[in-house]
């Protein structure tokens, strides 16, 4: 029961660079949450999940409780994730936190407009950015009350997409 | 003014008289031909009058001398016959002429009769008894010849007449010599009817008669006295005349030349007359009859020295009229000229600055037309000429119309009669024509011309060629235009820089972070699972690893603030430095809590700034301060305001640091410049151009001052603006 709780992957994690993918999970082990992660690769396959169309058509489980997302993606890039999300009826209560490289005004003020929940700059320094990405991982996964219908037991992520 | 009157008209010279100045002078013409009329009709009724006395006055005179002349002539006469009438009805010398012609030897009777005769011969030059048939009986003196036919004829007729008669003139046959003489009939005293015979005394005129006749009572050249009888149609001249010698008896005159006083006289006309005398020579003269006699008499006198008095008279008064004429005409013309130099004067001061404005319109650039109701043009200037390509004189043949093009004649026409309805129109745009068929922008300036009564008679039209200025206007509209359409694509091109240098600090930020991130990343995972497998040198290396790639992520930083601060739009407010300096040094406590700094923070003013740039200057210095007296066991930072001037508030931080070398002073605000070596003292080398950057966007300065070794004074300055807080 615990694998199958253990197994469920409630937090989307959009990012196309697998280096940051790999540090991020490294972050997130130490407290046990990688395991709850999936991972998409790009905008697209962020959307057709949250959609459950094309490859994940025929997924289990419910929305996840956040979606932390990369702005500077190829093909759909992070601030159309965002959009799209937020302007969905059903969607925009899922909670999105960005993860960006910039601290540049104009993305902070971008996403903020269209309804980001948390804005993280993603340190340089290793130390910091292991200790960023865990309190995130364990604020969310733990701290915060997601919003009703989202990560709930019946509902499960399957692995989807390649790594 | 000029074109504002009739005046106008000067604008023309000698297309028209001055009225007013012939006017004037035919006033004095007049005035001159009044006075002259005046003069001439005086004179020539003095004259008249004059001559008319004049001529009575020679009249009298001749008629005085002409009476007393017939007056004594015929007592002459009378005394004459009175003689003869001594003999006549004188019975005993009857009888003693009887007894002597019946007996001849009678010498008592021809004694007795003798001294009768005797008697008279010295009064008589001869003195005669003749019987009834003539023959000389008798005569004293004693011996004389016959008788004269006309005697002889006289004898018979007197003898039949039976009364004492004169013997007209006549000329002696013997001596050639004229006579004249009385016959006194003698008749037998006893039969009165039977004749006996005549005593004849004869007279010699030249002795009394002639001498008589000739002479004239007064002095002169002229005048005589002559006798006249008529025989058949001719008169005779019975004495000796004063320019014709032998004339007595020989010359006749007939009877019709009317002229000739002797002739007029003879047919027994009396009084004065004019006329010409036998010499052909105009005369005066009075005409009488001698009573009882054939006799007439003429006094006569050349009129040339009858009237000569009255001739110089006249010339005299021609002379003085002549004068007084002369002097009138003077008179009116000094007047006339005075007036003429009065109105010239006059006229040259109006016709001066008429002439100037004449001038000045003449000469103008502008077009300046007049023309009449009907647009006939009546005046065109130099400015006309060379506007239009029309000549004066082509023009003044010329309707106004013709250089009005189309498209602009109903402007026109609406324009004349909008003008003589009294409609105030003084200047605006229109278009005109050339000779050539160039459409010329003009700006016309109107105004209507009115004569002296007031009554509208034409336009006068003053045209400024605006072509090329209007030209030029849209020249410059049009080079304005391409200016902002310059600036526009300038603003653009900025723009785009902007955009892509916006984007490059994009792309900086996201795609140099996140390689950084890796290696730093990645190296300290490295350490945490191969750590103590490593030898000691590894693990320096990995050190070194993540400490370049931790610089290079301050670099890219600080070259993102750097480039933000050129970039972003300056927001200014107040901004109170004491506030601001104490939050920057805020942010150095936790850093410096191991040193010895001595801040000394004198009383700051407020400026004009952007609040978020001027923060990230301040740290910039403040943290150059930091640093650099890092070697420094007691260090000392100043934050003050330098005294201010040319508007500008001055602020320097002051530490007593590491310094610099001035001779590199001008270095230190570059890009990546630095003056310490990096084992000296950690650092970007941006800084102090980020420095210069914020404040050289406020419009301030960024200069410093210092010595190796002997600290650094940096100094900026920001310009003082209306909107700066004081104390505040």
Redesign the interface.
Known sequence: METETGNIKNILLVEDDPRDVELTLTALEEHHLANKVLVVHDGAEALDYLYRRGQFNMRAGGDPIVVLLDLKMPKVNGLEVLKTIKDDEGLKIIPVVVLSSSRETPDLIECYKHGVNAYVVKPVDFAEFMKAVQQLGIFWAAINEPPPQTGSGATSITEGGSP | MFLSGPSAATALPGHRAEPSESRAGLVFLLMFLLLAAGIIAAGWLYCRNYEKQFRAGIERQLSVIADLKAGDLAQYRKERLADGSLFFQNAPFAALVRRFLEQPEDADAQRQLQIWLGKYQPFYGQVRLLDARGVTRLSSPAGLPAVSSAVAKGVSDVLRSGQVTMQDFYRSEQDQRIHLGVLTPIFDEQDARRPLGVVFLRMDPETYLYPFIERWPTASLTAETLLVRREGNEAVFLNELRFQTNSALNLRMPLDRVALPAAQAALGREGFMEGVDYRGVPVVAVLRAIPDSPWSLVARMDAAEAYRPMREQLWQVVLMAGVLLFGAGAFAGLLWRRQRVRFYRERAETEDEARRFATVVKDSNDAVTISDFEGQITAWNRGAELMYGYSEEEALQMNIWRITPEAKRAEKKAFIDRLVAGEAISSFETQRVTKDGRILDVWLTVTKLMDQAGKPIGIASTERDITERKRAVEEVHRLNAELEQRVAERTAQLQAVNEEL?SF??SV???L??P???V??????LQKEAGSSLSEKSLCHLKTI?QA??RM?ELIDDL?AFS?AGR?ALQKTGVNLDELVRETMGGFQADTTERHIAWEIHPLPAVWADHALLRQALVNLVSNAVKFTGARAEAKIEIGCAPNTNGETVIFIRDNGAGFDPKYASKLFGVFQRLHSSAEFEGTGIGLANVRRVIRRHGGRTWAEGAVEGGATFYFSIPKQKEDIHGN
């Open positions: 916006e600090g994009y930020s996201h795609d972070r996140a950084l991130r890796h730093m990343g990645f190296a300290d995972l993540s790639a931790q992520g993102l933000r972003v």
